[in-house]
């Protein structure tokens, strides 16, 4: 893996590289790339004559058919039952280091079993020389062999002869031909993973092969969800790095693979992976802190270099994650550009930023359902702008919704503390204080010159 942010490439250069796979179209490519060559024309006549791209691309794409692929299943069987969460990663031999077993590892013992039998885990091997594969195969057969029995695990192979052209391809942003042949390859890979995956589950969390688990990362991810309810979203990360801990809608997987396989030798898998997001119109990346997976691997899979990416973000232990049930915000602080109050409860990574706070001023969470807490955690400031703390401000929770003239409001609220260089924090309401709760309110009680942010608003609901 290698790390491609810096090269951000423009929707506009999408529209060119539509026009130019559509140029470049060659009639000795294989069948199963017919439908997708069509696709890839419409696509690019249709960006020319449009200027709501990402509408017509959900049109286009409007893809609910998988790829007709034969695939090989060396262990396991087919989903019977669909599951919540189907995990797929890729694997290939490499030059130096092999972390696949540690990685499943990982992903089994990191989960409890109420977690597992809402979860299967795809491995695509998808080496071409078939007696390494059998070799891993035997692998983990042997260690994993319960998982398989129970479904838990499935291991699949796409044979070469699917495969579109890999050498000769075009040498886009100056690699060398191997390394366009190797993520050429990659995107197929998945997509051919993603394909096959499109049905077995609600969601589909992509993993590498080299890559370490936080302890019950499948809770946290429902968790995640559940405060995401009702709102719009294509990809969710819970890690920085590369193609690690992304997370599609199961329902959008058959248009994503076919996608990956339309520019598979365009760019490197995680730049089609931002595009893809784009044109299905999520314009931001909406990724949690802290990260719920790893990246473990030593040495990359290309070429066996040396790759030491880590996510400082990561937290093997981290369980506790909070859920921010569903709500409405309502302040009288005025906002600073895009800063909006939203920013502060979402579990993302920025921020509100509110202009001269006064005495009085209110920033207010309303809850759409009624909630008990267990835990309520804010914290102001940034380190890099220390000043923007709260510098004197209470934490209050209400009762009794109303609706007033700007919104909705509690009528009722009682005070629980006090904000402590700029933060709150108070774990183990009890059922007195924390139960029924409708709002949450930070009132600022003397005003200050420095502006505030309001970094994250952090609620765990408890769950009956
Ligand atoms: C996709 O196609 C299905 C049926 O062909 C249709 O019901 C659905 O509305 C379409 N979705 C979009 C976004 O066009
Ligand atoms: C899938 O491909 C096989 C041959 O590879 C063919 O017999 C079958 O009709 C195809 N199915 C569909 C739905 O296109
Ligand atoms: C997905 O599963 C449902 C029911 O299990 C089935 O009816 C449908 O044809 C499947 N779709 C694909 C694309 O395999
Ligand atoms: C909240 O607590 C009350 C008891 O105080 C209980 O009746 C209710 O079911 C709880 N609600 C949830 C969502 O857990």
Redesign the pocket.
Known sequence: MRCYWKRAVTSGSLLFLCLFVYLCLRDEEPKILEKDRRLARELAMQQLYSERNGQSF??LL?L?STINITYQYLAGFPVLRKKFLAVGLSSVRRKRGNYLQETLKSIFTQSTNEELLDMVVVVHLADFDLGWNTQVVLKITQKFAHHIISGRLIIIHAPEQYYPPLKGLKRNYNDEDDRVTFRSKQNVDYAFLMNLCANLSDYYLMLEDDVQCSHSFLSAIRKVLASKEGSYWVTLEFSKLGYIGKLYHGSDLPRLAHFLLMFYQEMPCDWLLNHFRGLLTQKDVIRFKPSLFQHIGYYSSFRGTENRLKDDDFEEDFFDIPDNPPAHIYTNLKVFENYNPTKAYSNSEEYFWGKSPSAGDYFTIVFTKTVNISRIQVVTGLVERQNDVLNAGILEIGKHQTVTLSGQDCSHYVQLGEFQKGRYDQKGLDTAAGNEVQCVRIRITKSQNDWLIIRTINIWSKHS
Do not use: A, K, T
């Open positions: 959900r049109e409007n609910s």
